[in-house]
Nanobody, 117 residues
Framework: QVQLVESGGGLVQAGGSLRLSCAPP????????MGWYRQKPGQQRELVAS???????NYADSVKGRFTISRENGKNTVYLQMNSLKPEDTAVYYC???????????WGQGTQVTVSS
């Protein structure tokens, strides 16, 4: 099964920035929506941001005004620019791509983001 390739995680101080990127390693189904989720220890995975083909975006309230999701259509690459990071943003971040078919749903392996206070 296709698995997305993520990069850009790491350790940063509070107030700093990171940029995550995600792309399929090769050809993939027609994409409907690309998104970023995160999972904190002991908690369920939650949606951080998503972008629908056509450009409409959606953000979790906790990241509005700080995070920006964007997509490079020619490369099927999705980015998450994270600014003004807070310790509570610490989590494993996962990329997700959904197509138009019922089985068109793939995930990345996850990338750790750690924000120190």
């Amino acid at each position: 099964q296709v698995q997305l390739v993520e990069s850009g995680g790491g350790l940063v101080q509070a107030g700093g920035s990171l940029r995550l990127s995600c792309a399929p390693p090769g050809r993939i189904f027609a994409i409907y929506v690309m998104g970023w989720y995160r999972q904190k220890p002991g908690q369920q995975r939650e949606l951080v941001a998503s972008i629908i083909t056509g450009g409409r975006t959606n953000y979790a309230d906790s990241v509005k005004g700080r995070f920006t999701i964007s997509r490079e259509n020619g490369k099927n690459t999705v980015y998450l620019q994270m600014n003004s990071l807070k310790p509570e943003d610490t989590a494993v971040y996962y990329c997700n791509v959904v197509g138009f078919g019922t089985r068109d749903n793939v995930w990345g392996q996850g990338t750790q983001v750690t924000v120190s206070s």
